[in-house]
C-alpha cells in the first residue's frame, strides 16, 4: 500500500478528464493529484483500441512510477481500453468512469430507459451496454455526439446553433422514453444547461465525472488512503503544447491551472 500522504494519479487521454478531477477537488480537497492528459495523442477514440491501450498504459505507467496512491482513468476510451490490464498491473486502486455512472443510471430509473451520450469511440466499445447487461428491465438507448467534445473545447456552452445541435442528438432518445442520460464523456458536465433545456426536468442526468469522483472517495475512505488536515496540491502534465493545456483547460474548469510541464518522453 502506497503512503497516504502520496498524490492521487488522474489520466485521461486529453482534456475532459479536468472535469474529473475538478470533482476530486471539490471532494477531496486535502489531496494532492497529478494530472496527465496525452493531448499529443489524443483523441483516442479513433484509435484501433490495442493503440489506445498501449499508449494509455504508457501513461499509467508514468503516474505509478511517480508514486501515486490511486490510480483514476478519467477517459471512457481509455477505461474500455485497459480497465482489466489496468487493475492486474498495478498494485494501487484504479478507479474509472464507465461502471459508477451505470450503477448510479441503474438506480436512479424509474422506467428501465436509460440514454447514452458520449463519443463514437465510446459507442462503439459497447463498454456500457457490457457494464449493464445484466441488470434486468434496464434498456440502454446510446447516440454519439461526435461534435459536443469541439464546442465545449472551444468555450461554446450555449446558444442557437448548440441548441440545434443537441436537439438532432437528443431526439431519438426522447421518442425512446428514458428518463435517465448518463453523460458518457468527461467533457459533458459543461452542457448539462442545454441538455436540460432540452430533455426537461423529468430526465435525471447521470455525470460519469461526478460519480466517478464519488468512487474516487469511497475507494479511499474505505481504503484508509484519505487524507485529511492538509491543502491538496495540483500538478498537471500534458505530451502536447502547455500553453494551449492551460488556455482550454481554464474554459473547461472556470479556474487557473498551475505551471503545465511538458512530457515529451510519451510522444
Known amino acids: 500500500m502506497r503512503d497516504v500522504d502520496a498524490p492521487i494519479g488522474i489520466f485521461d487521454s486529453g482534456f475532459g478528464g479536468l472535469t474529473v478531477a475538478r470533482a476530486v477537488w471539490d471532494q477531496l480537497s486535502a489531496e494532492d493529484t497529478v494530472y496527465l492528459g496525452d493531448t499529443a495523442r489524443a483523441p483516442y477514440g479513433p484509435l484501433p483500441i490495442s493503440e489506445a491501450r498501449e499508449y494509455a498504459l504508457e501513461c499509467l505507467d508514468h503516474l505509478y512510477e511517480m508514486g501515486v496512491k490511486a490510480l483514476v482513468i478519467a477517459c471512457n476510451t481509455a477505461s474500455a481500453a485497459v480497465l482489466r490490464d489496468a487493475r492486474e498491473r498495478y498494485d494501487v486502486p484504479v ?49 454519439p455526439c461526435p461534435m459536443f467534445v469541439e464546442y465545449v473545447e472551444r468555450g461554446v456552452t450555449g446558444g442557437p446553433e448548440l441548441l440545434m445541435m443537441a436537439t438532432a442528438y437528443l431526439t ?62 495540483r500538478q498537471f502534465l500534458t505530451t502536447g503544447n502547455p500553453d494551449r493545456f492551460s488556455g482550454i483547460g481554464r474554459r473547461l474548469i472556470g479556474a487557473s491551472l498551475d505551471e503545465v510541464v511538458q512530457l515529451s518522453t510519451l510522444r
Request: proline share 4%.
Open 172 to 233: 431519438p432518445l426522447q421518442q425512446a422514453g428514458i428518463d435517465t442520460l448518463i453523460l458518457g464523456c468527461t467533457h459533458y458536465p459543461l452542457l448539462t444547461g442545454v441538455l436540460s433545456y432540452v430533455l426537461g426536468d423529468e430526465v435525471t442526468l447521470v455525470s460519469s465525472s461526478e460519480e466517478c469522483a464519488k468512487e474516487v472517495y469511497r475507494t479511499l475512505t474505505t481504503g484508509g488512503l484519505a487524507r485529511s488536515g492538509h491543502t491538496g496540491e
Open 95 to 143: 478507479i474509472e468512469v464507465i461502471l459508477p455512472a451505470a450503477r448510479r443510471a441503474v438506480r436512479v430509473t424509474k422506467s428501465g430507459q436509460v440514454g447514452l451520450i458520449c463519443t463514437v469511440g465510446t459507442a462503439m466499445s459497447q463498454s456500457y451496454d457490457d457494464a449493464m447487461a445484466a441488470v434486468p428491465g434496464v434498456r440502454l438507448h446510446t447516440a
